[in-house]
């Protein structure tokens, strides 16, 4: 029964090493595009001397979010950690994040954990203006491969505003972002990036800090089409890192006409900012 054996070995060896081998290459890819996105970012605007021009909640939400003499963030790098919503259950993620200011540009590489020593590879990327969606079981598999297209773009760069809570001082106006006032606790921000134009509006509470991050209309992908649906980014709570305060933990959803429908729930375990 020698040649069972050898079979038995054999058909071991490749569970292993070919998600090994899948990972690898998942690795090196998302490694390759993190150093392109960091070589390829300007230099970002300088600090508002003033706050004369800007609404009042923004106003506040700068003199809360940032030390005295804040640098402007060229690039951030963080790490995640929470549940993501998958297929109905809650599962853990953990995740790597990269951002750049100018341009707005960003790659999110996650592990979604599906079973024990399983788990799904994801990564969403916008760079040079475009998106992508990837995801595969041990980054074997694939599960999701969004092509690029105008409503990803869209979808990606409402994100990117969203998430640049993370790495606010990319909330100064400049570099195609602008603010419009609303009243003492809101005010909308638009982002101009090529041919791509979105807005969020941001409400902020009496202490400066943004609450809630909402659009009437995010593309969402229903059974390979886009459909507009609002789509809300809720404050758990409020985090110092890297000397500077952010809106972590977190949790997004989905408002949907029988209520709101959560993906994403987690926080921002570490970040590393480049100036």
């Known amino acids: 029964m020698t040649w069972m ?7 071991l060896a490749l569970l292993v090493l070919v998600p090994f081998g899948g990972s690898a290459v998942w690795n090196g890819a998302s490694n390759t595009l993190e150093r392109e996105l960091v070589r390829s970012t300007a230099a970002p605007p300088e600090m508002p001397t003033g706050a004369a ?3 009042a909640p923004v106003a506040r939400f700068l003199a809360h979010t940032f030390p005295p003499g804040q640098l402007p963030i060229r690039a951030a790098q963080l790490e995640q950690a929470g549940e993501f919503l998958l297929n109905g259950e809650w599962k853990p993620f953990t995740a790597h994040q990269v951002f750049t200011s100018a341009p707005p540009s960003f790659m999110w590489d996650a592990r979604i954990s599906i079973a024990p020593l399983v788990s799904v590879y994801v990564r969403d990327a916008y760079i040079r203006r475009s998106a992508s969606m990837r995801a595969r079981v041990m980054a074997v598999r694939t599960v999701v491969d969004a092509r690029p297209s105008p409503e990803l773009a869209s979808g990606a760069l409402m994100r990117y505003l969203g998430e640049a809570v993370w790495f606010p001082t990319r909330l100064v106006p400049g570099r195609g972002l602008t603010w419009t006032g609303v009243d003492d ?3 909308e921000a638009t982002l101009v990036d090529g041919d791509t134009t ?4 941001f409400t902020f509470d009496d202490s400066g800090a943004v609450t809630e991050v909402y659009s009437p209309a ?4 229903v059974n390979g089409s886009y459909v507009k649906t609002p789509w809300r980014v809720r404050a758990m709570g409020q985090e110092v890192l890297g000397g500077v305060r952010l809106m ?3 949790e997004a959803e989905w408002v949907m006409p029988e209520g709101p429908q959560p993906y994403w729930r987690g926080r921002v375990t570490h970040v590393q900012y480049s100036y």
């Not at 979105?198 to 509006?201: A, G």
């Not at 995010?218 to 992908?221: G, L, N, P, S, V």
């Open 248 to 250: 972590s933990p977190a």
């Open 5 to 11: 054996r050898r079979g038995v070995v054999t058909v």
């Open 198 to 201: 979105v807005s969020l509006r």
């Open 53 to 55: 021009d800007l609404p």
């Open 218 to 221: 995010r593309y969402r992908e």
């Open 185 to 187: 606790t809101h005010a």
